[in-house]
Structures are given as C-alpha cells and as structure tokens.
C-alpha cells in the first residue's frame, strides 16, 4: 500500500490512493512507476463535468513537470449530485521518491460556471524507502 490524501474543494472530494509498481520498475535504469487512484464524488448539489486537468510533479532530484490535459483517462465525466467516478493512472519517475498535486476544471451544468477543484498532494515513495 502506498499513500493516502483527501481534499474537498467546492463540495468535490478528491481522494487518493498510490502504489508503487515494483513489476513496472526498473532501478537500475532510474525507471520507478508509481499508479494511483483517484476517487471524485460530488458532494455538492450542482451536476459537474471535469473539463481538464493540471498535474505538478516533482521527483526527489527537485526535479519538476507540468501536465496539462483535457480530461481524465480520455474522459469529461459529468457527475450528478451524490455520484463518484473513479480512475486509475501511473506516474514514472527517475528517483525512488517523488510528490504530485494538481487541480481539475470543473464546470456546473445549471450556469456553465467553471471553477477549479484542489488535487491534494501525495507522495509517491517505493515501500523500501520507508524502512
């Protein structure tokens, strides 16, 4: 198991759970892969669409990329009032440690107000590393 985070930002809760993917690592080639799972439920009264994504991500090299997206695992999920959409995706870095956080664009359907939902940070760390 890796690490955990949650952050509710305008009624969105974002949760997140990593792993490390020790199968998909290779250490000796600086390739460490890292999947998490993001969990969205809408816990506001207003039917949302995630519109895009943006993804800061830093290695333990101080290291840094931006992502930028649209969407979600090629999808603009739109989540009624209660719902949850979850998905899964993987991150590879070139140290054994590494952070990210981000932020969603979200749009409510009843006005086309976007506003930006908080992707908490998290860690990304090889279980080793914790010994």
């Known amino acids: 198991m890796g690490t955990q985070a949650n952050k509710v930002t305008h009624g969105i809760d974002i949760s997140v759970e990593t792993k490390f993917q020790s199968e998909h690592s290779v250490v000796e080639h600086r390739h460490f892969l890292f999947s998490y799972r993001i969990t969205i439920e809408n816990k506001s009264e207003f039917t949302v669409q995630l519109l895009s994504r943006h993804w800061e991500i830093f ?16 999808e ?27 932020t969603y664009l979200m749009e409510r359907k009843i006005d086309k107000g976007r506003f930006k ?15």
């Open 117 to 131: 939902v908080i992707i908490p940070e998290f860690e990304l760390i090889v279980p080793q590393r914790l010994n």
């Open 59 to 74: 290695d333990s090299n101080g290291e840094n990329s931006v992502v930028d997206g649209e969407g979600v695992v090629g």
């Open 76 to 102: 603009q999920p739109t989540l009624e009032p209660g719902e949850i959409f979850e998905y899964e995706s993987a991150c590879s870095l070139t140290t054994d440690m590494g952070r990210m956080y981000g």
